[in-house]
């Protein structure tokens, strides 16, 4: 099992910024690639960011130029820098780990964007 914790959510104003973490635990020597997701209230779930092992990286095209992924592999942590927030990025914001075993969901966090 792939156990994921999310921390860094709340409430920024436009233009802000945030940093989101991900702090992975278990086996995590099975994780094949590490992303964010996001869900705002009555959509679905879309995808911000995926980073595999070897650290590459895809982009949703509406953060493009404004999150950068990156991942700490000696803390097993993967953040999610977002800067130029738009209110529009108001979300719940998931971690998510693909693994040899499935895939693994973290708890959510909520990131709150006002105007």
């Known amino acids: 099992q792939v156990h994921l914790v999310e921390s860094g959510g709340g409430l920024v104003q436009v233009g802000g910024s945030l940093r989101l973490s991900c702090a992975a635990s278990g086996s995590i020597f099975s994780i094949n690639a590490m992303g964010w997701y996001r869900q705002a209230p009555g959509k679905q779930r879309e995808l911000v960011v995926t980073?595999?092992?070897?650290?590459?990286?895809n982009y949703a095209d509406s953060v493009k130029g404004r999150f950068t992924i990156s991942r700490d592999n000696a803390k097993n942590t993967v953040y999610l820098q977002m800067n130029s927030l738009k209110p529009e990025d108001t979300a719940v914001y998931y971690c998510?780990?693909?693994?040899?075993?499935?895939?693994?969901w973290g708890q959510g966090t909520q990131v709150t964007v006002s105007s």
């Open positions: 980073i595999t092992s070897g650290g590459s990286a």
């Open positions: 998510n780990a693909d693994w040899e075993g499935g895939g693994s």
